[in-house]
Nanobody, 124 residues
Framework: QVQLVESGGGLVQPGGSLRLSCAAS????????MSWHRQAPGKERGLVAA????????NYVHSVKGRCTISRDNAKSTVYLQMNSLKPKDTAVYYC?????????????????WGQGTQVTVSS
């Protein structure tokens, strides 16, 4: 049974930081690229950052470059998103995905898993 469990979201003031975690189980974690996506109210879900299975390559959406870092610990089957200098426009539900490529596109329908999401709210 595949599980992706996100944690680490919450309310933070502008300029603050959060570290999101996504604990995975039920599939060959180190074989799959992992990514973080977000969906703000009234908007479509979109890619934030992605990382290859071995962690050697990453990709970030332009709006978070220099402020966010995606990383993974294959021994713990966990992927992280460190977010710094947060802005109100970063407010969204953040979702972890397993199996999409570095641009956030599904590679195969066999591996395209989503977590339940974690709310990030940036507000003073």
């Amino acid at each position: 049974q595949v599980q992706l469990v996100e944690s680490g979201g919450g309310l933070v003031q502008p300029g603050g930081s959060l570290r999101l975690s996504c604990a995975a189980s039920g599939f060959p974690f180190s074989y799959l690229a992992m990514s973080w996506h977000r969906q703000a109210p009234g908007k479509e879900r979109g890619l934030v950052a992605a990382i290859t299975g071995a962690g050697r390559r990453t990709n970030y959406v332009h709006s978070v470059k220099g402020r966010c870092t995606i990383s993974r610990d294959n021994a713990k089957s966990t992927v992280y998103l460190q977010m710094n200098s947060l802005k109100p426009k970063d407010t969204a539900v953040y979702y972890c995905n397993a199996g999409r490529d570095l641009t956030g596109v599904p590679i195969t329908s066999q591996y395209d898993y989503w977590g339940q999401g974690t709310q990030v709210t940036v507000s003073s």
